[in-house]
T-cell receptor, first 111, second 115 residues
Framework: SQQGEEDPQALSIQEGENATMNCSYKTSINNLQWYRQNSGRGLVHLILIRSNEREKHSGRLRVTLDTSKKSSSLLITASRAADTASYFCATDADSNYQLIWGAGTKLIIKP | EAGVAQSPRYKIIEKRQSVAFWCNPISGHATLYWYQQILGQGPKLLIQFQNNGVVDDSQLPKDRFSAERLKGVDSTLKIQPAKLEDSAVYLC?????????????FGPGTRLLVL
C-alpha cells in the first residue's frame, strides 16, 4: 500500500532556481527519508529526518517535517542540471518499520 | 566501500519462462530487501531478510516468486513462471540496521521485460 504521496508529480524549473517538493503520509511514523533516482546512479539516499525533528539540512538540501499535518517538504536550492531526477519520500510506519514509498516527483532542470 | 551488486542488469524473457536475479549486499549489512519498481511508480517491497531469516514477505506473490538468502549474505530472487505484468525493475537494497526503517543502499537494479 502507498503511504507517501509526493506533490507535484512533475516539476520543471530553470537552472539556478529553487525546487520544492512535498510529501504527505497517512499514519504516524518513526522517520521519513528522501531518495533520488536517476538513470545514471540509480536510487540514492539523500536525507533521513526522525519524527522528533522538524528541520534538517544537507548541503543544498533542506527537509522539513510537520507531524501534525503528516507532511514533509524537500527544498533544493540553486538547482543544477545534475539535480534532474525523480525524488521519492519513504516513511516507516510506527508499527512495523517497513519503508513505504510514494510515486515520486519528477524534477527537470532546464539549462 | 563496495556498493550493492546486482546481476544481470537486463533480462528479456517470454511469458511462462523462469528468471533469477542475484544480489550481493554491502559487506556486514544484516538486512537485505528486494523491491519491484514498475515504471512511473515507487518501489514496492517484495521481501525483507534479516541475516538469513525472512522478516516480511507479505507482498511477495508466493505462487510464482521465491527468494532465499543463504548464509545471510548473497540473495537470489526467482520468478517462475513469469507473467507480462512482472515487467519491472527489480531492486536489491541493504541496510545496517536490524529494525528496519534505516537508510537503505540500493543496487543498480535488474530491468526485466516479459514478452
Amino acid at each position: 500500500s502507498q503511504q507517501g504521496e509526493e506533490d507535484p508529480q512533475a516539476l520543471s524549473i530553470q537552472e539556478g532556481e529553487n525546487a520544492t517538493m512535498n510529501c504527505s503520509y497517512k499514519t504516524s511514523i518513526n522517520n521519513l527519508q528522501w531518495y533520488r533516482q536517476n538513470s545514471g546512479r540509480g536510487l540514492v539516499h539523500l536525507i533521513l529526518i526522525r519524527s522528533n525533528e522538524r528541520e534538517k539540512h544537507s548541503g543544498r538540501l533542506r527537509v522539513t517535517l510537520d507531524t501534525s499535518k503528516k507532511s514533509s517538504s524537500l527544498l533544493i536550492t540553486a538547482s543544477r542540471a545534475a539535480d534532474t531526477a525523480s525524488y521519492f519520500c519513504a516513511t516507516d510506519a510506527d508499527s512495523n518499520y517497513q519503508l513505504i514509498w510514494g510515486a515520486g516527483t519528477k524534477l527537470i532542470i532546464k539549462p | 566501500e563496495a556498493g550493492v551488486a546486482q546481476s544481470p542488469r537486463y533480462k528479456i524473457i517470454e511469458k511462462r519462462q523462469s528468471v533469477a536475479f542475484w544480489c550481493n549486499p554491502i559487506s556486514g549489512h544484516a538486512t537485505l530487501y528486494w523491491y519491484q519498481q514498475i515504471l512511473g511508480q515507487g518501489p514496492k517491497l517484495l521481501i525483507q531478510f534479516q541475516n538469513n531469516g525472512v522478516v516480511d514477505d507479505s507482498q511477495l506473490p508466493k505462487d510464482r516468486f521465491s527468494a532465499e538468502r543463504l548464509k545471510g549474505v548473497d540473495s537470489t530472487l526467482k520468478i517462475q513462471p513469469a507473467k507480462l505484468e512482472d515487467s519491472a525493475v527489480y531492486l536489491c537494497a541493504s541496510s545496517n540496521g536490524l529494525a528496519g526503517g534505516e537508510t537503505q543502499y540500493f543496487g543498480p537494479g535488474t530491468r526485466l521485460l516479459v514478452l
